[in-house]
């Protein structure tokens, strides 16, 4: 029996979804193996997990240019020699569940986890297969640290293979695969009754618009959005998803009563369908994390860029504009020219729609799975 772990990180939902999507994925097309989740952090210090998740939260809540510093020097200078150190004495750690568990592979979605494994077989410590999987659509320095101990990097697109073998990774060791993506979105949905499901009418062209969930970015730069996407639903519809912030949610519910979009409105605070969502829906307006890209890209859907954290929000963002798949709504944006100027151009619309299904990749999940597996 191959034994398997897959560790993770509780920093954004990207690490957790992309681990979960891998498992689900072998435990339903496997036999004859075991898969064991792990959040890394949690196991080596519950403590300091909760400190470094809370601090990351607050950062990309608050704080964007503090974020920003922060993952731009730990690519190289003082951040990043203090990380290096850091990951060896926290690979100790670590050392112990794998010394417990024995796994054959292991599967990283953090970059963290990544190099304290790394550490660990340079060590001679581990033997077993070490695979990590990239989950932005470009490659921080932090994910290639001591590539020559990991036998596989699985990227999200070409160009990022071309980067890593410029940092003179070979070749053998890139599978362009894309992000591990929920099966959830290779399924076909019946699109008359999801319409019904969430009273929407099937005639309009409908727009999914998530409003930053928990952290609230840009607060007044989300309610000039939604006013304007409100102010140009005559043949549209909006779903907003205002996820587990009280306050949005608020501020959304007052504008539609103010505007009267009661009829083209339709606010969520939380969902577990949005697979469904977004296959039902022409264009969304997110934050380009690289969990919800996958998902839209996926989905065939359009992209409207808002609030990027800097750092790999900002270049995942980047990757999108440049391959015709999102239109990014910067500080200089004219919001209601651009959304006027794609919501009536069809032409435009279906352009940037082609572009997203060229980048998509459905079967990531199970080309990662096959090349660790066979």
């Known amino acids: 029996m191959k034994k398997i772990l897959i560790f993770y990180g509780s920093y954004g939902g990207g690490h957790l979804s992309a681990a979960k999507s891998i498992k689900e994925y072998i435990d339903a097309n496997y036999e004859d193996t075991e898969t064991q989740m792990v959040d890394f952090m949690e196991y080596i210090n519950k403590v300091l997990n909760k400190v ?15 974020w920003g510093r ?34 054959d592979i292991i599967i990283s979605t953090h970059p963290f986890s990544s190099q304290m494994c790394a550490i660990l077989k340079k060590k001679k410590e581990i033997t077993c297969k070490i695979a990590t999987v990239i989950t932005d659509y470009a490659p921080h320095k932090q994910w290639l640290a001591y590539p020559q101990y990991i036998d596989y990097f699985f990227v999200a697109h070409n160009s990022m293979k071309e980067n890593l073998m410029k940092r003179k990774i070979k070749e053998n060791q890139i599978k362009v695969t894309g992000i591990p993506l929920s099966s959830k979105f290779l399924l076909n ?6 319409m019904k499901e969430f009273n929407l009418n099937p005639t309009k062209r409908t727009i999914l618009f998530f409003a930053g969930g928990e952290q609230g970015f840009g607060k007044d730069k989300i309610l000039k959005i939604f006013k304007t996407l409100i102010e140009q639903s005559q043949n549209t519809q909006i779903i907003a998803v205002s996820g587990k912030n009280a306050k949005i949610k608020s501020s959304f519910d007052s504008l539609v009563l103010k505007e009267n979009a009661n009829e083209n409105v339709r606010i969520l605070e939380y969902t577990n369908k949005i697979a469904e969502l977004m296959s039902i829906s022409d264009l969304v307006v997110t934050k380009p994390g690289g969990l919800t890209t996958t998902e839209s890209l996926a989905s065939g859907l359009p992209i409207i860029i808002i609030n990027p954290i800097p750092g790999q929000e900002e270049e995942n963002a980047e990757f999108l504009e440049i391959n015709g798949a999102a239109i990014w709504l910067k500080k200089e944006t004219d919001i209601n020219e651009v959304l006027s100027d794609l919501l009536n151009n069809s032409d435009k619309l279906n352009k940037m729609k082609s572009s997203t299904q060229q980048l998509a990749k459905k079967s990531s999940t199970e080309n990662i799975c096959k090349v660790l597996l066979g």
């Open 70 to 103: 922060v993952y731009y020097s730990a690519e190289d200078g003082a951040v990043s020699k203090l990380s290096s150190a850091a990951q060896k004495l926290l690979a100790l750690k670590l050392n112990k569940l794998l010394q417990e568990y024995n796994p």
């Open 189 to 194: 949905y019946n699109r008359e009754e999801i």
């Open 52 to 66: 470094t998740t809370k601090a990351y939260a607050e950062m990309a809540k608050n704080a964007h240019w503090m």
